[in-house]
């Protein structure tokens, strides 16, 4: 065991360098290629024992790491932005046929207008594809979630996504505890996973669903996703054993004796701390809630963190253009509806395409939910830092 | 080495009771190319006809472990498992060993899938691309693709006031893979198995990517009695529009001789797809005949 | 009609050549009759079949599995010796 200064990038490499991963293919992106540079050092360098393919694109990338995860090597790729979406239809594939690929997205805008900084408007656009979604906040986490992704899916038979910000943490060091890599190993064995594709089995996959057996094969996507929250506790618990670090489906921040609270994803909570630090200082009762577990979406967690909140703010990094709210708002409001209480939701954008989310931003934020906490009564969502 | 019919092996790997049409010369093909491949082959396919008529749930005709993904990725699948076999053999994780094997149709391999073709050739993963080319999207119902034959009907180049049928020529598949500096390329028919066969078991056994592209003679698609498919496949080698050939390691040589060329007037009389067109157009693929004969060597037209 | 919970996981079909349960018979409209009198053994309807549907036995000889036959007629077309003769099915 080590401290040490890695980006989040190289964070992302070090992990899958010490799950002893068999292939890796990948494309580079900005700002996902660090990693895969990093990786393919590894295994130049005979640090890591795998088979590297320089795919034509991220189409094959996810292509190939179908292929390979189902012919029992683990396996692993990395994209961001239009590369994750380049993948869209093969995201789905790789869920349906339970495949057991981790995937690191680096979280950047998508065009047009082409922009390379962060924004979650990539992965937001692939919620519904069958993965397994987890949100980092720091490099120690990008790294502890890595190693638990391909735990979590050889378990299930459902691929991860680790989604970590775009430059703010894929690009900026962090000290993390970097572990020896045999209690890497011990946590994740480097075993060969069931080979589907055995001629000795002779498998035929990848069929013609016909109307009368599609929907139950679709079906089987959501009783797996559903029975993933058990071994996501049970492996994070595991985890914690072995590492002495635990992560809940959501991370909160003085949210016990909480009267107004702010839901975000991502590295912006750090920001977010600083002002509920301050704001507590001038004696408001004010929390912070951050979802790491995405999908699937940790509905029970959330609803007994809001016992006692008089009005919450939920603040979206990604556009549903024409919905009825955007994507992070639409789901706390539809997890509320199933609480005893009503809870006035405010909804807020910010920080999209790399548009950084100030202090003031957020005492704004928070002064907006208090007001809504008092007069019951949210706004329609708020823009936050457009120029009118 | 085959070398007659009563060497071929019995083994089917291609179970009857599959959908595709009667009289459709890929089933041909295809129990041709696994009889060749000796069973122990992951086989990848394209959506395509060949697909969706062996895989429909919950039946399969595959006797070979078979994966399909989607329409432009075959390839990019291929070179995954070949990449993960190479890894887990390498890491002592697997004692298995087999062949990779790519079977798409043409709509996968020159249009959409063409990408990934190019970079699974490019990389060099062992494996062996076999496009079947039924020249042009049977699955979808007859649509042209650019492996569609010059003047040939189909939904999307028909002939019309303003048009001839397809306006384009084919694209030379062989010549692109073997601009990848891959070791083996060939063409094939099923009307002419031992080549086939012969040229499968070359592209498996060569270390690195192989490329097949065999002529699959569509009854549906091309308009002729299902009857018909395996001479209307001999017709398109002995008018020399289809030159049975291989590209091994850079020398190129033919591998069925046509002393006395048929006409290609011959072919196109047999296909609803060339009803409509003209003596222009017969001569312009006469023209195309011709110059596949000075290529390749075939011999002169019968009088 | 199997439950979600029944079917093989990620759209697998794990008996290899089952296909051979669907009836493809149904489409023939033409049904080949071989004269093993004339059939000279060359194999060539065998190898030409789009479907399987000819048996090569271990002695060489032939046989049509119409089980198998969508009766598309390519076997008579490349029979040399006119062997077999394509005869409509009954009822149809």
């Known amino acids: 065991m080590k401290r040490v200064a890695l980006s989040g990038n190289y964070a992302v490499a070090y992990a899958v360098k010490m799950a002893d991963v068999d292939v ?29 393919i320089n795919v034509e694109s991220e189409h094959s990338a996810l292509s190939a790491c179908i292929g390979s995860s189902l012919t029992g090597a683990r396996t692993f790729t990395a994209t961001s932005s239009q590369g994750l979406a380049y993948m869209h239809e093969v995201l789905f594939m790789a869920s349906s046929l339970r495949t057991s690929i981790v995937m690191a997205n680096v979280n950047r805008a998508l065009s047009h207008p082409l922009n390379i900084w962060n924004d979650h408007s990539d992965a937001m656009a692939e919620r519904d594809v069958g993965w397994i979604q987890f949100w980092v906040n720091s490099v120690q986490e990008a790294f502890d979630a890595t190693i638990q992704a391909f735990k979590i899916a050889e ?7 680790i989604n970590l910000d775009g430059f703010i943490l894929s690009h900026i060091n962090e ?26 089995l002779a498998y035929t996959i990848g069929v013609v669903g016909p109307p009368e057996y599609y929907y139950e094969m679709r079906y089987q996507i959501i009783d797996a996703i ?33 009267d107004y609270a702010l839901i975000t994803m991502g590295a912006v909570s750090s920001t977010a701390k600083i002002v509920v630090d301050s704001l507590r200082k001038e004696g408001e009762k004010v929390g912070l809630i951050s979802i790491r577990c995405f999908r699937p979406f940790p509905k029970n967690d959330i609803i007994e963190v809001f016992e006692d909140v008089k009005s919450i703010g939920v603040l979206d990094r990604a556009l549903t253009p024409g919905g009825i709210g955007h994507p992070l708002f639409t789901e706390i409001v539809t997890t509320l509806y199933d609480s005893s209480k009503i809870i006035p939701v405010q909804s807020f954008v910010g920080g999209l395409g790399g548009r950084d989310i100030t202090i003031d931003d957020f005492k704004q934020m928070y002064k907006i939910i208090k007001d809504v906490g008092l007069s019951g009564r949210r706004k329609p969502c708020i823009y936050i830092g457009l120029r009118e | 080495m085959f070398k007659t019919i009563k060497d071929l092996p019995r083994d089917e790997y291609l179970a009857p009771g599959h959908r595709l049409c009667a009289g459709c010369t890929v089933g041909t093909a295809v129990r041709q190319i696994l009889k060749a491949s000796g069973g122990n082959v992951v086989v990848v396919t394209a959506t395509s006809c060949l697909e969706v008529s062996t895989s429909y749930f919950p039946q399969t005709a595959w006797r070979v472990p078979w994966i399909h993904l989607g329409f432009e990725n075959s390839a990019a699948v291929a070179a995954g498992i070949e990449s993960a076999l190479k890894a887990l053999r390498k890491k002592g994780k697997s004692n298995e060993d087999f062949h990779v094997m790519v079977i798409s149709g043409d709509g996968g391999t ?67 893979a073997i601009a990848h ?17 012969n040229k499968v078991r070359k592209g498996l056994d060569v270390e690195g990517p192989s490329l097949l592209h065999v ?59 060339f009803k409509h067109i003209s ?13 596949n004969a000075e290529k390749f060597g075939l011999g002169p037209i019968k009088e | 009609m199997k439950s979600w919970k029944e079917l093989p996981i990620g759209a697998m079909i794990i008996e290899p050549g089952n296909s051979i349960e669907y009836n493809v018979a149904q489409w023939r409209v033409f049904r080949p009759v071989l004269d093993k009198n004339k059939c000279t053994k060359c194999g060539l309807c065998w190898i030409f079949c789009p479907e399987g549907a000819i048996v090569r036995n271990e002695d060489e000889s032939y046989e049509v599995n119409l089980s198998f036959c969508k009766g598309c007629g390519i076997c008579q077309r490349s029979c040399n010796v006119k062997a077999i003769t394509m005869i409509k099915e009954e009822g149809l």
């Open chain 1, 155 to 161: 378990e299930v038979l459902l691929p991860v996504m």
């Open chain 2, 215 to 273: 002529l699959t003679p569509c009854t549906t698609g091309w308009r002729f009695d299902p009857s018909l498919g395996i001479e209307i496949g001999r017709l398109a080698v002995l008018t020399g529009l289809w030159p049975l050939y291989e590209v091994d390691r850079g020398v190129t040589r033919l591998t069925v001789q046509v002393p006395k060329r048929e006409p290609v007037r011959k072919y196109l009389e047999l296909q609803g797809r």
């Open chain 1, 24 to 52: 890796i293919a990948a494309y580079p992106i900005t700002p996902q290629t660090p990693i895969v540079e990093k990786l393919s050092e590894f295994v130049a360098d005979g640090l890591l024992d795998a088979e590297y």
């Open chain 2, 181 to 197: 500096g891959i070791p083996y390329a060939a063409t094939a028919c099923p009307s002419y198995p031992i080549d086939l066969m």
């Open chain 1, 175 to 200: 000290v993390l505890i970097l572990p020896d890599e045999e209690l890497v190993r011990e946590f994740i064995p480097s075993k060969p996973l069931f080979n589907r594709l055995s001629p000795k």
């Open chain 1, 226 to 258: 559903e029975r993933s929250r058990k071994n996501i506790n049970e492996v994070n618990r595991e985890f914690g054993e072995l590492f002495g670090r635990t992560y809940g489906n959501i991370s909160t921040y003085m949210m016990e004796d909480a």
């Open chain 2, 279 to 291: 003596e222009n157009e017969i001569n312009k693929i006469q023209e195309i005949a011709d110059k």
């Open chain 2, 110 to 176: 020159f249009d959409i899938g063409i990408q990934a073709l190019s970079g699974a050739l490019e990389r060099g993963h062992d494996l062996l691309y076999i496009c079947y080319d039924n020249e042009a999207y049977m699955n979808t119902g007859i649509q042209r693709s650019s492996a569609t034959p010059y003047a040939a009907a189909t939904t999307t180049s028909p002939p019309g006031a303003r048009s001839i049928g397809q306006r384009t020529h084919k694209k030379d598949l062989v010549g692109i």
